[in-house]
């Protein structure tokens, strides 16, 4: 959101249909899963708060009882972005029960469409497999559900396989943010919140 911001693109981030396409991408990610769901007039708030003085702004939507503004909550959904596993938990608050029961499966949701926000494009997911319980990296997210228990599962389609190797996996106990490997040099890229396993290798005599 900050890109937009400083892009060149800023007076259009006011209009009300982008900030409600933006808004609607956000309710989707499925960083977002188990949140409340945000509102276009609290985009458009928060953007209004970034621009410069001197930025055009449009008369302000208005404020139903349904829709009070949460001016914590953008910057807020800023941070999940960048955050590691640890911050997926608080938002994962989910039963840990696994129903194995396919008639107790809902009916599957609709599926996310293909417009994505660019915020989104490079966050990355690994996803574990009920095959062999090994972790795979996730091309797509193709669907998500709610069992009888109420707990989330997305369909996922792992990066080098194809559509009959799909799987549904458990949102909160099998799916997490993918692990990368960080030379010495990136050790400054790392910020308050990540989650990071450190190892010490020690040459054999």
């Known amino acids: 959101m900050e890109k937009l911001v400083s892009s060149d693109r800023k007076e259009q981030v006011l209009v009300d249909s982008f900030c409600q396409k933006l808004v609607e991408e956000f309710n989707r990610s499925p960083a977002r899963v188990g949140s409340r769901a945000l509102q276009a007039t609290q985009v458009r708030g928060w953007f209004l708060d970034k621009l410069p ?12 009882s349904e829709e009070k503004p949460l001016a914590s909550e953008p910057d807020a959904l800023i941070s999940e ?7 997926e938990e608080k938002v994962l608050a989910l039963d840990t029960s696994i129903s194995n029961n396919e008639d107790a499966l809902s009916a599957d949701l609709p599926k996310e469409t293909t417009d994505k926000v660019p915020e989104f494009e ?3 997911f690994e996803a574990k497999s009920s095959k062999d319980s090994a972790w795979y990296d996730v091309a797509l997210f193709l669907a998500h559900r709610k069992t009888s228990l109420g707990e989330v ?3 996922v389609r ?12 458990n949102v909160r106990k099998a799916v997490r ?9 990136e050790c400054r890229s ?12 020690v040459a054999n005599d």
């Not at 790392?190 to 290798?201: E, R, S, T």
């Open 53 to 64: 003085a001197s930025t055009p702004k449009p008369a302000s939507l208005p404020t139903t």
């Open 81 to 87: 972005i960048k955050t590691s596993a640890s911050d």
């Open 122 to 124: 490079d966050l990355q």
């Open 153 to 155: 599962e997305v369909r």
């Open 158 to 169: 792992f990066i080098g396989y194809g559509a009959e190797e799909d799987e549904w996996v």
């Open 177 to 185: 943010q993918q692990s990368i490997p960080l030379e010495s040099s």
């Open 190 to 201: 790392i910020v308050k919140g990540d989650l990071v396993l450190c190892f010490k290798v």
